[in-house]
């Protein structure tokens, strides 16, 4: 069976947006609007990150949404909660980024078969190495669910090789060294890494980390990403808007349009 994240892909005529969100930011209620907002305005695909209380992969932008998301009462039932209610009313991929602790404490075979029955279509676990990733990919196979993994441009010939023969839904592109948020410039090195990672894998190949701009989103279609992912720019958007809930929709939704309108653009190569 074919997930909905390759049909996504598949049936793309450009770079597809992958636009990531904190599950539960600010509270539960908008958490539901914001992601509505999202798909409504030309999102492809929807990351939705787990808070939680050491998100080494994460920086401040994303930290301070997950503490907001934390104390509003965000927990593992409650992301599942949020991506069934979510899926009632959206048909694109739903993707979980989360952290290893929060994925044992659940165990791991009932936390992909949760994420399944709720409707997600791929997990991110940002945190487990290669080596300790076997359990965890197992379990997203059994359960239907796509193990989405990263390289990155530390990442060697042989390891990355490993990596790709696991690896399911699309290949996550570390695209700047360090954590999560936004950043100025494009390295040359990762729009390499690109091509090179596409010459070994049919999986499709997504960048994310440091891009925030519709310009960023054409610079790497014209490199052959086959999408961008786009966080700490949305997230801070969310939380510029959270004194004003009624226009979290439209602030949301102008971003999300702006970066989709970037992947459609004349000049972008695919």
């Known amino acids: 069976m074919t997930s909905r994240i390759a049909e996504a892909f598949r049936d793309a005529e450009r770079?597809?947006?992958?636009?990531?969100?904190?599950?539960?930011?600010p509270d539960y209620t908008m958490s539901i609007r914001t992601i509505r907002a999202i798909a409504d305005a030309g999102a492809d695909i929807i990351e939705l990150v787990m808070p939680f209380s050491d998100p080494?992969?994460?920086?401040?932008?994303?930290?301070?949404?997950?503490?907001?998301?934390?104390?509003?009462?965000m927990n593992t039932e409650r992301l599942f909660d949020l991506v069934r209610d979510a899926r009632r009313e959206i048909q694109v991929p739903l993707v979980i980024m989360t952290y290893a602790n929060i994925v044992l404490q659940h165990r791991i075979g009932e936390f992909y078969r949760d994420a399944a029955r709720a409707g997600a279509d791929g997990v991110i676990v940002a945190d487990v190495p290669l080596e300790e990733a076997?359990?965890?990919?197992?379990?997203?196979?059994?359960?239907?669910?796509?193990?989405?993994?990263f390289v990155s441009q530390t990442t060697s010939?042989?390891?990355?090789?490993?990596?790709l023969s696991r690896a399911g839904g699309f290949?996550?592109?570390?695209?700047?060294?360090?954590?999560?948020?936004?950043?100025?410039?494009?390295?040359?090195?990762?729009l390499a890494l690109i091509r090179d990672v596409k010459e070994k894998t049919a999986l499709p190949v997504v960048p994310g980390f440091g891009i925030s701009t519709p310009a960023?989103?054409?610079?790497?279609?014209?490199?052959?990403?086959?999408?961008?992912?786009?966080?700490?720019?949305?997230?801070?958007?969310?939380?510029?808007?959270?004194?004003?809930?009624?226009d979290i929709a439209e602030s949301v939704g102008q971003l999300?349009?702006?970066?989709?309108?970037?992947?459609?653009?004349?000049?972008?190569?695919?």
């Open 256 to 270: 999300v349009r702006d970066l989709a309108g970037a992947t459609r653009s004349e000049q972008t190569i695919v």
């Open 157 to 163: 010939r042989d390891r990355m090789e490993l990596i």
């Open 134 to 149: 076997g359990p965890f990919c197992t379990a997203a196979e059994e359960a239907g669910i796509d193990p989405i993994l």
């Open 56 to 73: 080494v992969a994460d920086g401040p932008v994303i930290q301070q949404a997950g503490a907001r998301a934390l104390a509003a009462g």
């Open 171 to 190: 290949v996550y592109l570390v695209a700047a060294q360090g954590v999560t948020g936004a950043r100025e410039e494009v390295s040359g090195a990762t």
């Open 216 to 246: 960023h989103v054409r610079t790497y279609a014209q490199a052959g990403a086959d999408g961008v992912i786009v966080g700490s720019a949305l997230v801070r958007v969310i939380d510029e808007s959270c004194k004003r809930p009624d």
């Open 15 to 25: 770079p597809l947006l992958v636009a990531c969100t904190v599950a539960g930011d």
